[in-house]
């Protein structure tokens, strides 16, 4: 690798760029604000996915599919909704091309083929859902619905960035109904809960669980639960959110169902999602400066081998080594990858690896082999040991194992040292232009103070934490504060 | 199930919905020719797509995701493929809604967010897919490229039916470069080969393989292969098809490589596709007059369990050797369902789970629980047997692939029933006018023979088989022909 590449302390955003390039996850394609995941990044996606659709699995919901069009008539229906997502969407007006007569060869829009009605291509699903749940449910038996879908879904952003802000990405979409408020709102803790697990045990990412405030609400819900994550560069990411939805959209699609005692009433509802953005996640929270680093749980390939060789002799002999190696290591369920190419120098190999996030390399020589040995190269802390091969397949399991851990722990001590607690407003301001971070301070629970705090240092309230520490006084306005919010700049 | 169903001799279009509808498969949606899969069917067809995954990455191929978009510079730029897909394509012209101020709560298209160029819902992507190859290929090193691809396109069809036409389908599509000729006819062959090897063995679905004719071809393919399978009213669908693209998008996206001695030419490519209309050949294959009838191989629930009692101490007592059933079913990898609600009656879940296709009902009463036995009724023959609790799952392992085997075997024997071979045209309109099935005869190889038939009789030539029995003449024409080739009515 001669080429030089920005490290995370000269510029972040470059880093991330690069480090998504030098790991070849995804790049831009040639539609606007769309990216191509490509197949080492659809990898670790696939790997995400994989595990959330069983954990949504083992809480009961089943997965199916609606339409990827919106009729505009049904996407009006819930006005607040409506109004969230009116101003970023990919809009269907005709069903037909035809060819240019004054551009052989070309095609334009065909006039005639005008739709009556616009299709809205869905930014998120809610509408299209409700209207169908509308014809599933009549009685209190038909209830709870706990469906999962996913699906690709396009926001016209202005400004984008692979897998943080794209026009269209890639998600789940989950959306029930229940017959009491208090189902519904259990159903929206449960699935933030099971982001949560996901993002600790999985991501390696510790998160801040906790409420949405008012103005940051998903368009159409009553409270937005949500999980934050740092990233390195001290910024905060909202890495899923769970919307309790209140009887909204049952009112706007008039949704009713008959309770066990013969009462009419409208549903309620939920709706949860994640989205590639993890992907984002994903890369911000572990990587450094020589690419990507990957918690061993989301690694496509966990464990790779490289030979180091002179005579075809010696290339055969570690050859054999390897494939023994990769017999026992597939019986214990760890990916395992041999990049017997030749053509390729090891160094080569080791920095390809490494900017691949690869969390343990494994490099053999005859000398290794008439010892008995083999060098192992962890990509979290890039320290080597030479381990015997007796055993090894073993002592790899256990190594991944402290791979993962060390990551959560890495990263939830980055997150200790940067969670500051600030009592006054001017400290705040002083504190956050100088350092990132998550900012633990108390605020009045009004808008205004919210909007005042965003304008004057484009920091947000990420949300209003379910542990918290007691009372106090708002650093703006000195009013009462019932408990300490998280406020942070954030992606 | 007080209601009268139809039976497929009455009005087989009619039961192929009615029998979506009891089985809860899909139903349409309040988008004009947009299904809603239902979770039920949604669960068959993941159990497809797992399958299919497996068989694409053991054969080499890797998953990635491209933009859902197509800008219509690209869409037009291999012209053929453009001209076959342009009549039938969804259009994003816009990217913003705006408020109808003489309608408060209502949206209009804002007509100052038009796009510069518009965007066509990809029909298919060949052309996003060769755009972005061409960033990817330099040298033969780059080649070959083996990706995969699941999602969902949008082919404005004005005459739609669930599963087997709609506006927007759920599919994989595979794109493929090469250095050669050879190695992409051998890549288009292999595809074909993997997906009559899933039809035959998972959906126990027997197709025919051959090539289409040119005026059937995939636009902008030099060749398209197929399977052909044959449903219960003698019709074909086409179940899957594999084409070899020559030189054609690598041309139109001037993509080029060099190859080992340096010289420079146009990449070589395939794309093969199988989409969400496997469903419904699936469910018109095997299906009869009670529902659906389901391979055990794709059942969602392989192995239903029913309890027959009075008491409580009854149900206790039922439902404990049900338990230990699932548990040793589980070991064995076999889906199982124990159904303990106590609010239905035996006789409403073995006609529900008859409609549903589940290959395996085990009822179990007092009566069988004294004498140590259960029964054991097959979905396929609808026979039923009293089998010793004993030794039950191992029974049931057996009996699910004797179920496999007979619906192949089955589904084997109708199509050889009508599979006719006829040597003059006045034979085969004749008998065309009676039955279905497929016809064997000799063609003159020219499209217009070829448009002859299908005017005159809505029969097409659904492919050009690869096994055939030697030369003869043109049953049209006289002409000489190389060999037969099949002829049907088709989906
Ligand atoms: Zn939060
Ligand atoms: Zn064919």
Request: proline fraction near 3%; aromatic fraction near 10%; charge should be negative.
């Amino acid at each position: 690798m001669s080429q030089k590449y920005s490290t995370r302390a000269e510029d972040y955003s470059k880093w991330y760029n690069e480090t998504i390039e030098r790991a070849d996850l995804a790049e831009n394609s040639g539609v606007r604000g769309c990216m191509v995941i490509k197949p080492y990044g659809y990898a670790i996606w696939e790997k995400i996915q994989a595990q959330l659709d069983k954990m949504f699995k083992e809480t009961g919901h089943q997965n199916a599919y609606f339409p990827l069009f919106v009729p505009k008539s049904l996407f009006e229906a819930e006005e607040k909704n409506a109004e969230g997502f009116a101003k970023e969407c990919a809009i269907v007006t005709h069903y037909r091309l035809k060819t240019d007569e004054k551009n052989p060869g070309k095609l334009i829009v065909d006039p005639e083929a005008k739709l009556e009605e616009e299709l809205i291509v869905r930014p998120t699903s809610e509408a299209i859902i409700w209207n169908t749940y509308k014809g599933w449910i009549q009685s209190y038996r038909d209830l709870p619905i706990l469906i999962n879908q996913w699906a690709n879904v396009v926001r016209w952003e202005m400004r984008t960035r692979i897998f943080l802000r794209t026009a269209e990405f890639l998600w789940q979409e989950g959306h029930t109904a229940h017959a009491t408020k208090q189902e519904a709102y259990e159903e929206t803790e449960r699935m933030l809960g099971v982001y949560a697990e996901f993002a600790e045990n999985f991501m390696a990412m510790p998160v801040i669980q906790g409420r949405k405030t008012e103005s940051e609400r998903f368009a159409g819900a009553d409270d937005t639960l949500c999980i934050e994550a740092m990233m390195q560069d001290g910024k905060a990411l909202q890495a899923g959110t769970s919307h309790f939805l209140g009887q909204n959209f049952a009112k706007a699609f008039d949704v009713k169902f008959t309770d066990s005692e013969g009462k009419l009433d409208h549903v309620w509802a939920t709706s949860w999602g994640v989205s590639t953005r993890l992907m984002g996640a994903l890369i911000m929270t572990h990587s450094d400066d020589e690419g990507l680093v990957l918690p061993p749980k989301l690694a496509p390939i966990q464990v790779v081998g490289v030979p180091i060789f002179k005579t075809d002799d010696e290339y055969e002999a570690i050859g054999k080594k390897f494939d023994e190696l990769a017999l026992k290591l597939k019986a214990l369920g760890v990916s395992f990858k041999y990049d017997h190419d030749k053509n390729r120098r090891p160094g080569w190999k080791f920095a390809e690896y490494e900017a691949k996030g690869v969390p343990v390399r494994l490099a053999m020589g005859p000398r290794d082999m008439e010892n008995g040995n083999i060098e192992v190269a962890r990509r979290d802390t890039k320290t080597k040991e030479v381990v015997s091969f007796e055993g090894l397949d073993q002592h790899l399991v256990k190594l991944l194992n402290e791979i993962q851990n060390n990551l959560y722990q890495k990263a939830l001590n980055f997150r200790t040292d940067n969670l500051h607690t600030v009592d006054t407003y001017e400290e705040f301001k002083t504190r956050l232009s100088k350092e990132g971070g998550f900012y633990l301070a108390h605020w009045d629970g009004t808008a205004e103070t919210e909007a005042k705090i965003k304008e004057e240092t484009q920091a947000t309230i990420r949300c209003i934490p379910f542990e918290h520490t007691g009372e106090g006084v708002c650093m703006v306005t000195g009013k009462p504060s019932k408990q300490r919010v998280v406020i942070s700049k954030a992606y």
